[in-house]
């Protein structure tokens, strides 16, 4: 692995537990159904990002943005700031050997309440890594928001 990726979790809620776990409650798959007409506001909303990058991977700093694009206007919606550690290269090898592949991660959850769905759309996240001969932008997922229109009732 020479390059960073990472992923996106949309949820309806992350919730932090001991021992630093996540539970991850209502995911959501290849895009967002919504029942019924705009605009609607869900209770919560959330994306649970994973960025993993190899250690000799040159950056100063990590950038995450989560975006949402609703009625033909883009918004940032949430933004997270990493410096890079400067231990990131002293994690010792458990049977004090060397690490044969040495990466690092970031894990960054995002939660909103209530969140507002005016239209169909997109929400998606990115990354930029910063570092001195420039910066690289890569992709860490997206969910398109459809609503489905409930048919009339008979009577």
């Known amino acids: 692995m020479n390059t ?16 630093n776990k996540f539970s991850l409650v209502g995911c959501y ?6 029942n019924g007409s705009a605009p609607l506001k869900l209770p919560t909303f959330a994306v649970f990002v994973k960025i993993i990058f190899p250690i000799n991977y040159p950056f100063k700093k990590i950038l995450v943005r989560v975006y949402s694009v609703f009625d033909d206007q883009e918004e940032e919606i949430a933004r997270a ?13 458990p049977d ?35 570092n001195e001969g420039g ?12 609503f489905n229109p409930l048919p009339p009732e008979d009577v």
């Open 135 to 146: 910066s690289e932008e890569i992709r860490l997922g997206a969910l398109p928001c459809r």
């Open 29 to 34: 798959g290849s895009q967002m159904l919504l």
């Open 81 to 93: 700031n990493f410096v890079r550690p400067k231990e990131l290269n002293k994690v010792p090898h």
């Open 4 to 19: 960073p990726f990472g992923t996106s979790i949309f949820c309806d809620d992350v919730r932090h537990e001991v021992d």
């Open 96 to 130: 004090g050997g060397e690490w044969k592949h040495k990466v690092g991660q970031f894990v960054i959850p995002f939660r909103w309440a209530p969140f507002h769905i005016p239209s169909n759309g997109v929400i998606y996240v990115r990354a930029q890594f910063d």
